[in-house]
């Protein structure tokens, strides 16, 4: 991150912003696909958070903290798109499988599938942590600092999330039954 | 493998990472395209250059202002606050100086308008009157009080994330509160332990704001409340506070008015409550 694209942005230089929304856009998409789980949803809120960032960057005041700042705005993006359409999201019916399993291809597809099941239960709040600090390799207390939220509340977030995830897993795994589950 | 394997403490974070390694790497081109089209119409918000040195305030003039509004407030049986609309539109330019002091040590502040200090939004204001002094007990939280008798009142500029849900053990809520100033509202406003008034929304300076006022009940001698990034709040048994959310560019700024209606002192609660008002409705908001 430049500090300088970032003060000329804050300035109000058009150019300046396009460049540095250039270098944080691929970073911004990747984080809210991770979080939204949809790509049309990642690139909505990535739109959404920088039209935000450019109308607020003024009022940033240390420009070297323009990244973490970013991802704050990027996850409150999140949530927005998040409580859009979170009333009229498809219902999914999740197939029970028959176990046990043999083959290493089909195990990793179900690892995602699960993993992916287990993800979507997790709140923006949870998921946000989730991905900053396993995705984007950032520690807690960067995550905390990003969000602006106390380093306690994210070390709970990623407990929680974390024992969130491992449930639903672990309610997956039981000895399923045949048939459609509602 | 099976699917114990997913879920072992030790195989677990490492399937979890490779997980969150597939996925997009990029934005498409027509996310940026539409970012850098939309910029000419839309405005920046910015401050207007408050200045940060000290400057003298305007003592007589602050004088007459706090004695009108506690007269007002006195005459209206202390509901002036929820009978009257908040300011409607951007704030007008003022010829009032505003003070920038440490409102953690500062021992007594001169009456005059103050500047809320970082991480606060910036451009966030509010005037005090004789005998207030500093009351800051973290950066996340800067007030200033008054002194009444064995009291004191006061009036705290917060960033909440979340509230408790029970203010009696200061057990979290299983879910953190969402993001909207409804949502926080309703939050403090529902907390157990708690009378609150109904939830009244307007506008300060143009920005979004809901004001209510909740008053702890004698469930449990102290009360926690709410979370700022650095402690759990609390409250004493019978205290009230005068809450006003609003959402400055983004941050939810919570203005919390602490006074006390059973004390027994020089005030009564509708001359405290007086008090509290006089600060709260002279926040303003500064750009945006």
Same mark, same amino acid.
């Given at each position: 991150?430049?500090?300088?694209?970032?003060?000329?942005?804050?300035?109000?230089?058009?150019?300046?912003?396009?460049?540095?929304?250039?270098?944080?856009?691929?970073?911004?998409?990747?984080?809210?696909?991770?979080?939204?789980?949809?790509?049309?949803?990642?690139?909505?809120?990535?739109?959404?958070? @920088?039209?935000?960032?450019?109308?607020?960057?003024?009022?940033?005041?240390?420009?070297?903290?323009?990244?973490?700042?970013?991802?704050?705005?990027?996850?409150?993006?999140?949530?927005?798109?998040?409580?859009?359409?979170?009333?009229?999201?498809?219902?999914?019916?999740?197939?029970?499988?028959?176990?046990?399993?043999?083959?290493?291809?089909?195990?990793?597809?179900?690892?995602?599938?699960?993993?992916?099941?287990?993800?979507?239960? @997790?709140?923006?709040?949870?998921?946000?942590?989730?991905? @900053?600090?396993?995705?984007?390799?950032?520690?807690?207390?960067?995550?905390?600092?990003?969000?602006?939220?106390?380093?306690?509340?994210?070390?709970?977030?990623?407990?929680?999330?974390?024992?969130?995830?491992?449930?639903?897993?672990?309610?997956?795994?039981?000895?399923?039954?045949?048939?459609?589950?509602? | 493998?099976?699917?114990?394997?997913?879920?072992?403490?030790?195989?677990?974070?490492?399937?979890?990472?490779?997980?969150?390694?597939?996925?997009?790497?990029?934005?498409?081109?027509?996310?940026?395209?539409?970012?850098?089209?939309?910029?000419?119409?839309?405005?920046?918000?910015?401050?207007?250059?408050?200045?940060?040195?000290?400057?003298?305030?305007?003592?007589?003039?602050?004088?007459?202002?706090?004695?009108? +509004?506690?007269?007002?407030?006195? &005459?209206?049986?202390?509901?002036?606050?929820?009978?009257?609309? /908040?300011?409607?539109?951007?704030?007008?330019?003022?010829?009032?100086?505003?003070?920038?002091?440490?409102?953690?040590?500062?021992?007594?502040?001169?009456?005059?308008?103050?500047?809320?200090?970082?991480?606060?939004?910036?451009?966030?204001?509010?005037?005090?009157?004789?005998?207030?002094?500093?009351?800051?007990?973290?950066?996340?939280?800067?007030? +200033?009080?008054?002194?009444?008798?064995?009291?004191?009142?006061?009036?705290?500029?917060?960033?909440?994330?979340? &509230?408790?849900?029970?203010?009696?053990?200061?057990?979290?809520?299983?879910?953190?509160?969402?993001?909207?100033?409804?949502?926080?509202?309703?939050?403090?406003?529902? /907390?157990?332990?708690?009378?609150?008034?109904?939830?009244?929304?307007?506008?300060?300076?143009?920005?979004?704001?809901?004001?209510?006022?909740?008053?702890? +009940?004698?469930?449990?001698?102290?009360?926690?409340?709410?979370?700022?990034?650095?402690?759990?709040?609390?409250?004493?048994?019978?205290?009230?506070?005068? &809450?006003?959310?609003?959402?400055?560019?983004?941050?939810?700024? +919570?203005?919390?008015?602490?006074?006390?209606? /059973?004390?027994?002192?020089?005030?009564?609660?509708?001359?405290?409550?007086?008090?509290?008002?006089?600060? &709260?409705?002279?926040?303003?908001?500064?750009?945006?």
């Amino acid at each position: 991150m430049d500090s300088e694209l970032v003060i000329r942005a804050q300035r109000g230089d058009e150019s300046a912003f396009a460049a540095l929304a250039q270098s944080a856009a691929d970073r911004l998409h990747a984080v809210a696909h991770r979080i939204l789980r949809d790509l049309e949803l990642a690139d909505d809120a990535t739109q959404q958070a @920088l039209l935000a960032i450019w109308q607020t960057l003024p009022q940033l005041r240390d420009p070297e903290r323009f990244d973490a700042w970013s991802y704050r705005l990027l996850v409150r993006a999140c949530y927005a798109e998040h409580r859009r359409v979170r009333g009229r999201a498809p219902v999914r019916r999740l197939l029970a499988s028959d176990g046990p399993w043999h083959n290493d291809a089909a195990d990793l597809v179900a690892d995602r599938e699960q993993l992916e099941r287990g993800f979507q239960r @997790l709140s923006i709040d949870h998921r946000a942590v989730i991905v @900053l600090h396993h995705y984007l390799g950032m520690s807690l207390e960067q995550v905390a600092e990003a969000l602006g939220v106390p380093p306690g509340t994210v070390r709970s977030r990623h407990h929680h999330a974390l024992r969130g995830m491992r449930a639903a897993l672990e309610a997956d795994a039981r000895p399923p039954r045949r048939g459609v589950l509602r | 493998m099976n699917r114990q394997d997913l879920i072992d403490r030790d195989a677990f974070p490492e399937k979890l990472d490779a997980w969150l390694r597939e996925g997009s790497t990029a934005a498409p081109d027509y996310v940026l395209d539409a970012v850098l089209d939309q910029l000419p119409g839309r405005a920046q918000r910015r401050g207007r250059g408050i200045p940060l040195s000290w400057l003298a305030p305007s003592t007589a003039a602050w004088g007459a202002a706090a004695a009108a +509004v506690i007269i007002i407030a006195m &005459v209206a049986g202390g509901t002036a606050l929820q009978g009257a609309p /908040m300011g409607a539109g951007p704030s007008e330019p003022r010829a009032t100086p505003i003070n920038a002091v440490d409102l953690a040590t500062a021992r007594s502040l001169a009456p005059g308008r103050y500047a809320v200090p970082d991480p606060l939004p910036e451009g966030l204001s509010f005037e005090v009157p004789t005998g207030w002094f500093g009351c800051t007990p973290s950066r996340y939280e800067p007030g +200033v009080c008054t002194s009444l008798g064995q009291a004191e009142i006061g009036v705290s500029f917060l960033i909440v994330d979340d &509230v408790v849900a029970d203010p009696c053990t200061g057990e979290l809520r299983g879910a953190p509160v969402g993001p909207g100033l409804d949502d926080l509202a309703s939050a403090i406003a529902s /907390m157990p332990g708690f009378q609150a008034s109904a939830i009244e929304a307007g506008t300060v300076d143009g920005h979004d704001a809901r004001t209510f006022t909740v008053t702890a +009940v004698d469930r449990c001698p102290n009360l926690t409340t709410w979370i700022t990034p650095s402690r759990t709040n609390g409250v004493a048994a019978g205290e009230a506070n005068l &809450v006003r959310i609003v959402d400055v560019n983004g941050v939810r700024v +919570v203005l919390a008015g602490a006074y006390h209606p /059973m004390a027994v002192g020089p005030m009564d609660a509708e001359e405290q409550r007086a008090l509290i008002e006089g600060v &709260v409705e002279s926040v303003r908001i500064e750009g945006g």
